[in-house]
């Protein structure tokens, strides 16, 4: 079946660092992927919907600037999370679909947390 | 735009009981509804999904339903196992417009052995 790998899967840094997440997609091509944030026991919020080889498309409230994200292939979609803050610190979920109607599949997710 | 009611947010059963978990959509449009099961720790597994031109789909132990009429679909597990427990998020969504895709509260899921 369709397998989403997001790296790393834990991240500790310092307040003012960047971090970068990969999100990888292993045997099939993804046009899209979509990055969430979600908090302790709450739902998925859709942060960005990151497009190969054009400009990611933000939700309403995400800074731009501070999740930077590039989709550089078929592949792999990144999300940067620049000068963070401890108010950056949450549990980061990648997903993509394949071409046509396939399945949304999700990566296994990486716990940021900042100091 | 699309809203997803789900509930009950929390549920119980003992091992071997069924669970069902239930949810609501707004978006009349919407004609895709996916399952997902969430481990702690860890991202949304996808364990079932249906289109709306079916109204029930199983498999195995899991199994799906969807009144459109009513805008109503709803998870059954049979025979649940330990294992089961997890958080589950239904969701809606027209079909490949996964960037509208709109995913419930969730139920946190516990199987008591």
């Known amino acids: 079946g369709a397998v989403v790998s997001q790296h790393p899967s834990w991240v500790i840094c310092k307040s003012g660092t960047s971090v970068k997440i990969e999100c990888r997609s292993l045997d099939f091509q993804a046009t899209t992927m979509f990055w969430y944030r979600q908090f302790p026991k709450q739902s998925l919020m859709l942060m960005a919907t990151?497009?190969?080889?054009?400009?990611?498309?933000?939700e309403q409230g995400v800074e731009k600037d501070k999740f930077l994200i590039n989709h550089a292939s078929l592949t792999l979609s990144t999300l940067t999370v620049t000068s963070a803050h401890p108010e950056d610190s949450s549990f980061y979920i990648c997903?993509?679909?394949?071409?046509?109607?396939?399945?949304?599949?999700f990566g296994n997710g990486t716990r940021l947390t900042v100091t | 735009g699309e809203n997803v009611e789900q509930h009950p947010s929390t549920l119980s059963v003992q091992e071997g009981d069924s669970a069902v978990i239930k949810c609501t959509y707004s978006d009349s449009a919407s004609n895709y509804f996916p399952w997902y099961k969430q481990e702690l720790g860890k991202g949304p597994q996808l364990i079932i999904d249906i289109r709306s031109n079916v109204g029930e789909k199983k498999d195995q132990r899991i199994a799906v339903t969807l009144n459109k009429t009513a805008k109503h679909f709803s998870l059954h597990i049979t025979e649940t196992q330990p294992e089961d427990s997890a958080v589950y998020f239904c969701?809606?969504?027209?079909?490949?417009?996964?960037?509208?895709?709109?995913f419930g509260p969730g139920t946190s899921l516990s199987v008591i052995p």
């Open positions: 997903s993509a679909a394949g071409l046509g109607n396939s399945p949304l599949h």
């Open positions: 969701a809606a969504t027209r079909e490949a417009s996964y960037d509208k895709v709109i």
């Open positions: 990151s497009n190969e080889g054009s400009k990611a498309t933000y």
